[in-house]
């Protein structure tokens, strides 16, 4: 995904809602929070790579599509989280990293959400399947569409 105009803001950044009235003020742009994982004190600022990389994906393709369904009530499988839980599990596996919810605190466990809904299952097993070439493909040529939770289960 280009994420050239793209604003990565820590979740406690004190600026961040300057960034994000910059973000607004230019119509190309976004902004994408990402939490902070693991707060230390000795050393300081020591973030776990693997929670953050995690936590980028859940940031980058869940979150906002379950956010937007929580906003207008709706409830169950639709296709925007079919296609947000397809895609964070895609990144997860990516990454090799487990599909249990492990990574961070309050992750999503991708495992039981494609235990109970063979559709995402098969939509994650068919997209996983893809050559990395077609995986950018269909990412790039969905960007707006995945951004917005538009677009339907990479099949």
Request: hydrophobic share 40%; with cysteine; net charge negative.
């Amino acid at each position: 995904m280009d994420l050239a105009a793209t604003t990565v803001v820590p979740h406690e950044d004190p600026n961040w809602q300057s960034q994000l009235q910059q973000s607004a003020e230019s119509p190309a742009s976004q902004v994408l929070f990402v939490p902070i994982i693991k707060h230390n004190t000795s050393p300081a600022h020591q973030i776990d790579p693997a929670a953050l990389d995690a936590a980028f994906g859940a940031a980058m393709f869940l979150k906002p599509c379950q956010q937007e369904a929580a906003a207008s009530g709706e409830t169950g499988m639709t296709d925007q989280i079919r296609m947000a839980v397809t895609l964070y599990g895609w990144w997860l596996t990516t990454k090799n990293m487990p599909l249990d919810g492990s990574n961070y605190p309050g992750e999503l466990d991708v495992r039981s959400v494609t235990a109970g809904d063979p559709v995402t299952a098969a939509a994650l097993d068919h997209f996983s399947s893809l050559s990395t070439t077609d995986q950018a493909m269909w990412i790039k040529m969905n960007q707006d569409r995945v951004s917005k939770c538009r677009a339907l289960p990479p099949a």
